[in-house]
């Protein structure tokens, strides 16, 4: 303090129900106005701190209300807001974009055979290998077992390896399978329309894993 000519300090911690947010502090003040200096340093810190506390508590509800909190992925709020925000026309279409609509496959048979700890981590795992390959775009869970994926301006042959990759990383996870459908799109496109046939393909995927797997359809219970 002395480098800095520091001959003189008030400080306050800045609080907000005993929890400490920060500092704020006066230096080479005029010792004369002593008390009221330090009042208005006190009733400061106390505004601060409100302030900052209220703004902390926003950011932490806006984060619960669009973050899923089991596999830490965009929740179905937050695909709702940004397709909303496509619709609108509040925020451009994107000239492309990929959609993938993937289901996860057997969670409903953990669930009933292991727990609902042991669907969690399947849960957890599945969004991992999403999140491995889609990481640079946008992965929403929407469902119990139902993620979407949205690729904005990605090329079409990017897209396809980036589905390669997927189906390679769950052919090679044995705990962890996927009914996957997706679309590429491009030019003047229905973005409502373009998640519809992603999804639809979806179903036709999931179709031929139950006819495959029949025992894991739990549509026959």
Known sequence: ?????????????????????????????????????????????????????????????????????????????????????????????????????????????????????????????????LKLVFGDYEVYRVGGDEFVVLCPDIEEDKMKDRMTQLRTLTTNTPDVSFAAGYGWFSGKYDINAALQIADERMYKDKEEYYRIHSENDRRKS
């Open 1 to 129: 303090m002395c480098d800095y000519n520091v001959s003189n300090i008030v400080l306050y911690a800045v609080r907000f129900k005993q929890s400490l947010i920060g500092f704020i502090w006066a230096i080479n003040i005029d010792t004369t106005k002593m008390m009221l200096i330090k009042e208005t340093l006190e009733l400061s810190s106390f505004l601060l701190g409100t302030v900052i506390a209220n703004h902390q508590l926003f950011s932490h509800l806006k984060t619960m209300s669009t973050i899923d909190r089991l596999t830490q992925v965009n929740n179905r709020n937050a695909m709702n807001e940004r397709i909303g925000k496509y619709t609108s026309g509040e925020v451009k279409l994107p000239d492309s974009i990929g959609i993938v609509y993937a289901d996860l496959n057997g969670l409903k048979k953990v669930n009933d055979t292991k727990g609902h700890d042991a669907g969690d981590m399947f849960l957890s795992r599945a969004a991992s290998l």
